[in-house]
Each structure stands twice: as C-alpha cells, then as structure tokens.
C-alpha cells in the first residue's frame, strides 16, 4: 500500500526499501542497473485505498494501512465483530491522526427479490456453504472461522463437515436462514425495504450490492433516496 501511494502521489521517483519488497532490487542476483522511476501516468493522488479482510489481523492491517475494507459479508447488527480489530489498526497507523469516522466499512451484499423467500435464500445458501464449507484447509478457512464469531460455531463445523465430504447439497440445506437473512437483502420489495434500515442504522457507510434483476436494482435506487 505504501509503494502504491508513492506511485498515485509522483512527487518523486519512486523507492522502497521494505522487508518484501525493495525499489530498485539490489538483492542476489541485481544487475546494478534498476533505477527509481516516477509513474508516467498521472494518477490521483488522493485515491482511496481498500483492503478486503474478515481475519482479525486482515482487519488490524487494513485499520492501519487502508482508507476502508471489503467484508465478504457482514451482519450490519454484529459490527462489533469487525470493529474491535479495525480500531487497533486505527490506533497504530502513523501519524496518529486517523479516525474511525474516517474509514470506509463496505461489505459486499447479494440482493435477491421475489415472494418466494426459500427460492430468494438459494443462491446466497450456496455461496456461504462454498466459502464456509469448502474455502481453504479444515483446520485454516479464514471464512469458517468468521461465521463461528458471527455466533454459528456449530452450524460451521457441520457445514464444513459435509461439504469436505462431498455433500455439498446438504452443507447447502444446513445454512441457517438467519445467517442469510443477516447478511443478504433478499424477499419482496417491502421487506428488502425493513433490512436496509438496519444497514443504514450500522456503522457501514458504503453496501457493495450484487444483484442480477433490473428491478431489483430500481427498487435498491429508489429506497436509497
């Protein structure tokens, strides 16, 4: 992130000398002949800068670094979830004049509308049950472990349990409706309507909304007025 910010900012050539990542290299193997350069693109130097993060330490890191992050999903009345670790990012950044107010929490949000409520939760069921089932190791899924502090510790061992198994339908069908109703926007008009309260009532600022329906997309326009 520092590397990028020198480059958006070309007040200078750019160099860096990090435990990583060195500009120029002069490591094994250097010719001796990189030399620091500024961008030939102008880019805005005031360009925000997000993470994506649900991990504690991902969290931290981009409370210190970042201007914002990306959550996979978030429920908008669990924010303490998230808060805590972005706050102690906050607190180390340097220069000591960030704010909390100032960063940008912007979970992604699948919107799904129709009267059919199970039909709606299906997709959403599907992804959570890939990511919390199936992303990473049995012992290291960074999104297993989000939903055991979101407060479905059972339900995540279970699903993790069947979809490693190859049951993946029933890892599917055991995805509380309560998580997807948290974390989703889903339903009829109405009740799409008396979830996004509870958005604006968080401390999110910004909602990345995936939805495939142009109504859908009306209806988000018209209530977010």
């Known amino acids: 992130v520092t590397i990028v910010r020198k480059i958006l900012a070309r007040q200078e050539p750019v ?33 925000k800068i997000y993470t994506a993060a649900i991990s ?56 799904v509308m129709g009267d059919d409520l199970d039909r709606c939760r299906m997709p959403v069921k599907g992804m959570l049950a890939l990511y919390i089932g199936g992303m990473g190791a049995r012992g290291k899924n960074f999104y297993n472990d989000y939903a055991k502090r979101l407060g479905y510790e059972d339900e995540a061992v279970k699903i993790q349990d069947l979809y490693l198994a190859g049951k993946k339908a029933e890892a599917m069908a055991l995805v509380p409706n309560e998580l997807v109703d948290a974390i989703a926007l889903i339903g009829p008009k109405e009740r799409i309507r008396d979830r996004l309260e509870a958005w604006k009532a968080s401390p999110v600022k910004t909602l990345l909304i995936g939805a495939g329906q142009p109504e859908a997309l009306r209806v988000l326009a018209e209530l977010a007025l």
């Open 15 to 47: 160099e860096h000398k990090g435990f990583h990542y060195e500009i120029p290299y002069h490591g094994p193997g250097a010719t001796g002949l990189g030399k620091p350069l500024k961008s030939i693109l102008h880019g805005r130097a005031d360009m």
């Open 56 to 111: 504690p330490n991902g969290l931290e890191c981009a409370g210190e670094v970042a201007d914002g992050v990306f959550p996979v999903w978030m429920n908008p009345e669990r924010a303490d979830v998230l808060i805590p670790s972005i706050q102690k990012g906050i607190a180390a950044a340097a220069g000591g004049s960030k704010k909390l107010a100032d960063f940008d929490l912007a979970p992604f949000i699948t919107c």
